[in-house]
């Protein structure tokens, strides 16, 4: 599975972006999760979406701002991001794995290349 992200950019503090993830390679019958990076931090959890769409997770600082949907249609997984703040500046990476533990600890078998979010004040 090749993981494609996109939509990143740069964007007033309230504003928005929608961030996409394409699956290729294979039908994308694999869980899902959103990761941010700043320069010279760890990686976070941002937010986790089940196979079938049904379950979905999100860490605390992007509750109800962010909203993580996927179309297995079109093997794509979308980061709905609002009201958007500069601290969630950051690279934004998308990830899959057949496996549940492996997203929420970061150790996913499947990274997209990370897309740029740069939030201003």
């Known amino acids: 599975v090749q993981l494609q992200a996109c939509g990143g950019g740069l964007v007033q503090a309230g504003g928005s972006l929608r961030l996409s993830c394409a699956a290729s390679?294979?039908?994308?019958?694999?869980?899902a999760g959103w990761f941010r990076q700043i320069l010279g931090k760890e990686r976070e959890f941002v937010a986790f979406?089940?196979?079938?769409?049904?379950?979905?997770d999100y860490a605390d600082s992007v509750k109800g701002r962010f909203t993580v949907s996927r179309d297995n249609a079109k093997n794509t997984v979308y980061l709905q991001m609002n009201d958007l703040k500069p601290e969630d500046t950051a690279v934004y990476y998308c990830?899959?794995?057949?496996?549940?533990?492996?997203?929420?600890?970061?150790?996913?078998?499947?990274w997209g290349q990370g897309t740029q979010v740069t939030v201003s004040s």
């Open positions: 390679g294979r039908t994308f019958n694999y869980h």
């Open positions: 979406i089940s196979r079938s769409g049904a379950s979905t």
């Open positions: 990830a899959a794995d057949y496996s549940l533990a492996p997203i929420m600890q970061s150790r996913a078998d499947y």
